[in-house]
């Protein structure tokens, strides 16, 4: 499966279930960069708290540590979608990310590539 993503990503976890309200068959999936300073993460919109259906990206910088801080990214309806901006996002923050100095700085890009616009 890492093969379908970008050369300094990994698949951290990704797996599928069935809720027990529906009969929908749910997906998720979350990316880590080589560095482990930012994980990206797909996955129902519900788990977030949205009252949204669909599939939700989000950002996470410096995952598990005190001073980690979450972002919601972009929000859609069907996770291939989901999934297929979260790899966007992947090509635009390694083409942009220079080391933990430019973490901000590539996360702001990618993240203002791939955001909805209103």
């Known amino acids: 499966m890492d093969a379908d993503v970008p050369s300094a990503w990994n698949t951290a976890e990704s797996r ?3 809720p027990a309200h529906t009969d929908r068959e749910m997906q998720y999936r979350t990316y ?3 560095s482990g300073d930012l994980r ?3 996955a129902p919109a519900s788990l977030d708290g ?3 259906p669909g599939y939700a990206l989000t950002a996470t910088t410096y995952p598990g540590l005190e001073l980690s801080e979450t972002v919601q990214v972009r ?3 069907t996770f291939e979608r989901c999934d297929r901006i979260a790899r966007q996002f992947m090509d635009l923050f390694s ?3 220079d080391g933990p100095g430019s973490l ?3 996360l702001d890009y990618a993240h203002q590539r791939t955001r909805e616009f209103r």
């Open 95 to 97: 083409a942009s990310y």
């Open 104 to 106: 901000e700085d590539a």
């Open 50 to 52: 949205e009252d949204h």
């Open 40 to 42: 990206l993460k797909v």
């Open 75 to 77: 929000t859609v309806l």
């Open 32 to 34: 880590r960069h080589e």
């Open 16 to 18: 599928t279930y069935t």
